[in-house]
């Protein structure tokens, strides 16, 4: 079953070589009892990790069932461990986060991909530890654990059982338990090699092999060998199995790996719980950014929106011109003809609305106030955004007859009316009476200027009972189709600068078009870039948190290295110590994550109601910051993951 063939094991102390193992060769056959003995320094326990494939040799063969050992990966030789060999260590190595019954049960994790505590509960039982499976290690006596490290090495079923001073660490009571054990194993056809120092334990084996500076002494058998085989079809499973590795991943196998990662990590409560803390600032940085600059960029398209859609502005600019409407020498200036000119010759105007601006003393009762004044056109109030909410927008017939009517907004609604329906009201606006007909959409503040903070009247009121104003301030024109917005900007400003004979030196400046889809478009795109700003800000502190889970991980790893040693040992390959340091990273991130989430959107609540900024939480931002946070570790838990998948079994073992 076990061959072994002229094998050394030396290692590299200085400039000098020691040899722990020299020319060694032997066969061990099924169902034997084999005591291996000799003094400190013999070589006795490099031979036992050589045997359990914990170790390899430095030359010579090792075959299992056949198979050389030094032709097998790491993977594989992993895989053999687990369905051939069961270990019962001399310092029993329990994890001490978990029950009896979840140490016993820990091999199937690997196995089986799946941590069957009822079968090891029965194994427990078979060890007469039924009543203390769900106790902890450091509530067990030595020889309770030396059970419990029994019962997991025969969880798997195996063929071979290797004690390395199974008896050393116990009281002679419980060393006569394990002893029985051990025996009452062999008899049931379990080949059992026991390393020890103990005379009267050795005597007890059916072959007793003596060794000393490396070499095999003496090899006597002092019991025959017994026949008698516990699971006769277990060496056909275990070639089977042994043949190919097994890469499927079940539900059941990642969630043990999340339910030991998460009580890993409640073992260690306050560095997890820092560890999660930069993750947790990220995350909530990057949540109460995304919603600042959401909020801001859909107050941002909402003044926009008030503002209207494909509208072109049309001013008249400081140049000095001659010609018709200006006078000799006068400046450029924008008059009614003109705005009913261009509406008339632009066909793809399809509305269009004349303007004055001033400013007014507004009274009613013993009420006044300072606002903007609007003189305007009927089809202002689809240009702008601005049909009322109460009320209405007077018409053309009132625009002619000049009629003392006005739209006032929410503010002077405030101001004037303290909340009070202002409808069919009469105001004063410098001493002319005007009657309330309407109040304007509330549209909020745009930089310095209160845009409700305005009244609208009739243009040729504004211009002829008002104002005193013969000219235009500007011309607002509504286009068809937004893919003409260029076009038509150019035809009106040549149309302008024809009909007032602007000299062709002074038509640059003479007039100016605004194009408000541009405006919009740069306005827009700035709040992106501020988005995006703020984002980037927060992610430093996601990046600060994943170095954070890092640097915890990696101290983790160092730790805990004896127990990936232990993993290793009962048959995890790389990719199952792998998996379950980025479980412990994806946890601590997650948790982080999902806090950060809350504590973000608190933030958020608190900068809305403390600054009056708008705020809004979207769920792209909720997803981006989930995806991220796991992302970060992922990436960041890649790295201690892998150092700890690539320590061998035995380094890690003799960690310490």
Do not use: C
Not at 341 to 368: C, D, Y
Not at 416 to 424: A, D, E, K, R
Not at 534 to 563: D, F, K, P
């Amino acid at each position: 079953m076990l061959e072994l063939q002229d094998i050394d094991k030396k290692y590299q102390m200085g400039e000098n070589i020691v040899y722990a193992l020299r020319g060694v060769s032997l066969k061990i056959q099924e169902g034997d009892y084999v005591a291996i003995m000799g003094p400190s320094g013999s070589g006795k326990s490099t031979l036992m990790h050589v045997l359990g494939l914990l170790d390899g040799p430095s030359s010579g063969s090792y075959k299992v069932d056949g198979r050389e050992a030094a032709h097998l990966t790491e993977d594989e030789l992993a895989i053999l461990r687990r369905e051939v060999i069961g270990f019962i260590f001399q310092q029993f190595n329990l994890l001490p986060r978990m029950t009896a019954a979840e140490n016993v049960a820990l091999p199937l994790l690997y196995s089986k991909k799946n941590m069957d505590l009822v079968k090891a509960q029965s194994i427990l039982m078979s060890v007469g530890l039924d009543d203390r499976s769900q106790h902890r290690t450091n509530e067990l006596s030595g020889g309770q654990q030396q059970r419990v490290a029994i019962a997991r090495s025969l969880i798997n079923q195996p063929r071979v059982i290797l004690a390395d001073e199974p008896t050393g660490n116990l009281d002679s009571k419980s060393e006569n338990e394990i002893l029985k054990i051990l025996r009452d194993l062999n008899d049931q056809g379990i080949t059992i090699v026991i390393v020890t120092h103990e005379e009267a334990v050795g005597q007890q084996a059916k072959r007793l092999i003596r060794m000393r500076d490396g070499m095999i002494q003496s090899d006597l058998r002092l019991r025959p060998l017994s026949t008698l085989t516990l699971f006769p079809d277990q060496k056909a499973k275990s070639s089977t199995r042994s043949s190919h590795l097994e890469n499927r991943w079940q539900f059941q196998e990642t969630a043990d790996y999340f339910i030991q990662g998460t009580k890993n990590l409640l073992a260690n409560k306050i560095r997890s719980g820092l560890s999660m803390l930069g993750i947790l600032i990220g995350v909530a940085a990057v949540v109460a950014m995304l919603a600042i600059g959401k909020g801001a960029q859909s107050a941002i398209e909402s003044q926009l929106a008030s503002l209207g859609s494909n509208l072109l502005v049309l001013r008249s600019g400081a140049s000095r011109v001659g010609g018709v409407s200006q006078g000799i020498g006068g400046t450029a200036r924008l008059t009614l003809d003109d705005y009913q000119a261009l509406k008339e010759q632009v066909t793809a105007v399809k509305e269009a609305s004349p303007n004055v601006n001033g400013r007014g003393q507004v009274t009613f009762q013993n009420k006044n106030w300072n606002t903007q004044l609007l003189g305007t056109g009927p089809a202002y109030a689809s240009l702008r955004a601005a049909t009322p909410e109460l009320g209405r927008f007077f018409t053309d017939e009132e625009n002619q007859k000049r009629n003392r009517v006005a739209v006032i907004g929410a503010t002077v609604v405030r101001e004037l009316f303290s909340g009070q329906n202002p409808i069919g009201e009469m105001i004063k606006i410098n001493k002319i009476s005007f009657q309330v007909i309407g109040v304007l959409p509330e549209k909020g503040a745009n930089g310095f200027r209160d845009q409700d903070d305005m009244i609208v009247i009739p243009v040729l009121t504004a211009m002829h009972r008002l104002l005193g104003k013969v000219h235009l301030d500007y011309i607002d024109f509504e286009i068809s189709d937004p893919k003409l917005m260029d076009e038509t900007s150019d035809l009106i400003k040549e149309l302008i600068v024809k009909r007032n004979r602007v000299p062709p030196s002074q038509q640059d400046s003479a007039y100016e078009i605004r194009n408000m889809a541009d405006i919009q478009a740069a306005v827009s795109e700035s709040s992106k870039t501020i988005s995006l700003l703020l984002s980037t800000i927060a992610g430093i502190s996601l990046l600060v948190g994943g170095i954070g889970i890092m640097n915890i991980m990696l101290v983790s790893v160092t730790e805990r290295t004896r127990e990936i040693g232990l993993r290793k040992a009962v048959g995890a390959r790389r990719i199952d110590i792998l998996m379950q340091f980025l479980a412990e990273a994806i946890v601590v991130s997650a948790t982080g994550g999902i806090f950060g989430i809350i504590f973000g959107a608190m933030i958020s609540g608190l900068i809305s109601l403390t600054t009056g900024w708008v705020t809004s939480i979207s769920m792209s931002s909720v997803v981006l910051s989930v995806v991220f946070s796991a992302g970060v570790g992922i990436i960041f838990g890649i790295y201690p993951a892998r150092k700890a998948a690539r320590l061998h079994p035995i380094d890690a073992l003799r960690y310490e």
